[in-house]
């Protein structure tokens, strides 16, 4: 399956979900930022999963690209919220991997599918 080019997952792109990332799921004193734990670097991957967010993430991204993230992140919030929200699933999906606390490997009787 080709991708549209307004499908296409750019370098200016990723770091724009970087930014936004970071300030929709912010580090805490317990916990890592999607972008410390390279939501950037595994969005690709998460937006094969999830097919039916591509149209809104990359609208969200386009719609936040030329400005302060938090600030475009309030405004794609007001105007476009399911754009917002796309951005923000996929964001938060990364902080579920194992490997972003740390975990290389689950073990235990059922382990061998995940």
């Known amino acids: 399956?080709?991708?549209?080019?307004?499908?296409?997952?750019?370098?200016?792109?990723?770091?724009?979900?970087r930014k936004i990332s970071e300030v929709l799921i912010p580090a805490t004193s317990t916990m890592p930022s999607a972008a410390?734990?390279?939501?950037?670097s595994t969005v690709g991957h998460l937006l094969d999963?999830?097919?039916?967010?591509?149209?809104?993430?990359?609208?969200g991204l386009d719609a936040c690209a030329s400005e302060d993230a938090e600030a475009a992140a309030r405004r794609v919030n007001d105007?476009?919220?399911?754009?917002?929200?796309?951005i923000g699933l996929i964001a938060s999906a990364v902080l579920f991997r194992p490997q972003s606390h740390g975990i290389d490997r689950?073990?235990?009787?059922?382990?061998?599918?995940?």
């Not at 999830?50 to 609208?59: E, G, I, N, Q, S």
């Not at 689950?106 to 995940?114: E, K, R, V």
Request: a negative charge.
């Open 1 to 17: 399956m080709s991708s549209s080019k307004n499908e296409e997952l750019t370098a200016e792109r990723r770091e724009t979900f």
């Open 36 to 40: 410390e734990v390279g939501a950037q």
């Open 49 to 59: 999963l999830r097919p039916d967010l591509k149209k809104a993430f990359f609208r």
């Open 79 to 86: 105007d476009d919220p399911q754009a917002l929200a796309a």
């Open 106 to 114: 689950i073990s235990g009787p059922d382990s061998a599918h995940l």
